[in-house]
């Protein structure tokens, strides 16, 4: 069975970074596309950013530039590196793989002003 489980979260203050964790178990991460998708409060969930099974990386526009996704094949997890976080980031934060419907738990992310 294929588990992800996010974590990493918290709440910080705007301007700080933060890096969440998705780990895999009956699964192998490094052959697979991987999203990382945000849900705030009330609204839907949109994409992140993806890292494909070459390593090859997509962003979001609102992202770009400050968030990066990374993969630590020996412990297969991927990494979302968030940096100069805004308070518009605060959501709730999932990673999937994609084409599938496994998805992690969620891990809250949270920004102050």
């Known amino acids: 069975q294929v588990q992800l489980v996010e974590s990493g979260g918290g709440l910080v203050q705007a301007g700080e970074s933060l890096r969440l964790s998705c780990a895999a178990s009956?699964?192998?991460?490094?052959?697979?596309?991987i999203g990382w998708y945000r849900q705030a409060p009330g609204k839907q969930r949109d994409l992140v950013g993806t890292?494909?099974?070459?390593?090859?990386?997509y962003y979001a526009d609102s992202v770009k530039g400050r968030f990066t996704i990374s993969r630590d094949n020996a412990k297969n997890t991927v990494y979302l590196q968030m940096n100069s976080l805004k308070p518009e980031d605060t959501a709730v934060y999932y990673c999937?793989?994609?084409?599938?419907?496994?998805w992690g738990q969620g891990t809250q992310v949270t920004v102050s002003s």
């Open positions: 999937t793989i994609i084409g599938t419907h496994y």
């Open positions: 009956g699964s192998t991460l490094s052959l697979k596309a």
């Open positions: 890292i494909s099974s070459f390593g090859t990386t």
